[in-house]
């Protein structure tokens, strides 16, 4: 069974290695996979982190106090929770729950204790198939024969760095190659509502839900140039986006420019619409052109 193991930076890292290389050792039949470690050689490593996200049954994101609002963390977590048959949960390193704001916080979350690690693999061990299991009794056995190991390594995390830096495994451009995988792979998947890019990887990473297509009339079509957003914050702006009530059929592309159409019962509602999207740009700098199209049997 998979186990996706995320992270982002040194300490987070630390903790998501012990973890993958602890947990088969209370649990055999368990597979976890952290990108730094499992990825073939020749092969290609965005779309290998995209197909195990899509394969996983349980989700780990370990977190740590400077990782908290990481782009990448964000953009895994919200993979993982697409996924309505995987288990995703937190796993909190000198941290406590309340510390935890959204998106993140909508999910279950472990401390780094005997106590609470010992009922992750509990939640780990009933996602196994039956014969797979392990009995309650064998379960505590295993888990206190290895925990001192697991301990260990979490005595060794490295102290919180002044400035932490970004792992070298992960630079700017794998991780737009991996957004823009992950994306084609949900924008094709046939159990999607809609192949909606940006309303899916969006909704997918702060809401955790699928989006319903509106019956309304189209009225304008807005193309939005992100020429001046940064990388990391280009996923939060599109998700800003896809919110605004009448903003339908987004589409992206290569994570530059975006387009979408509003839409709406009158003409009137459908301004709205366009004004807080105009707003929205604004706000942010970015220049937003607007073309009306013309509605067949609309009210104006």
Not at 113 to 136: C, D, H, M, W, Y
Not at 150 to 161: F, G, M
Request: glycine share 6%; hydrophobic share 40%; proline share 5%.
């Amino acid at each position: 069974m998979k186990v996706f193991v995320s992270w982002s930076g040194k300490r987070s890292h630390h903790i998501a290695t012990a973890l993958r290389d602890w947990l088969p050792n209370v649990l055999q039949p368990v597979r976890p996979f952290i990108s730094s470690q499992d990825i073939l050689k020749g092969a290609r490593g965005n779309v290998q982190i995209t197909k195990e996200l899509e394969e996983a049954v349980v989700g780990v994101i370990c977190l740590t106090n400077e990782n908290l609002t990481a782009p990448w963390i964000l953009f895994e977590a919200g993979a993982l929770s697409k996924l309505t048959s995987a288990y995703v949960c937190t796993y909190l390193y000198d941290l406590e729950p309340s510390d935890i704001a959204p998106p993140l916080g909508q999910f279950q979350h472990t401390r780094s204790t005997k106590k609470e690690t010992f009922a992750l693999v509990q939640t780990i061990n009933a996602e196994l198939p039956e014969a797979s299991r392990l009995g309650a009794d064998r379960l505590r056995d295993a888990f206190e024969i290895w925990w001192s190991k697991l301990e260990t390594k979490l005595s060794e995390v490295p102290p919180k760095p002044e400035e932490e830096e970004s792992p070298p495994e992960r630079t700017e451009q794998d991780k737009i190659d991996e957004l823009l995988e992950l994306v084609r792979r949900l924008g094709s998947n046939s159990s999607n509502r809609k192949n909606d890019i940006v309303v899916q990887l969006g909704r997918a990473i702060f809401h955790g839900h699928s989006v319903v297509p509106a019956e309304n009339a189209k009225w304008f079509e807005c193309t939005i140039d992100m020429q001046k957003l940064p990388d990391a914050a280009v996923v939060e702006f599109m998700a800003a986006v896809v919110d605004i009530n009448g903003v339908e059929n987004s589409h992206i592309f290569d994570l530059r420019r975006m387009q979408v159409d509003i839409t709406g019962h009158s003409l009137e509602e459908a301004r709205h619409s366009l004004g807080e999207l105009r707003t929205l740009a604004g706000s942010h700098g970015l220049d937003c052109s607007v073309r009306q199209t013309t509605v067949v049997g609309a009210q104006a």
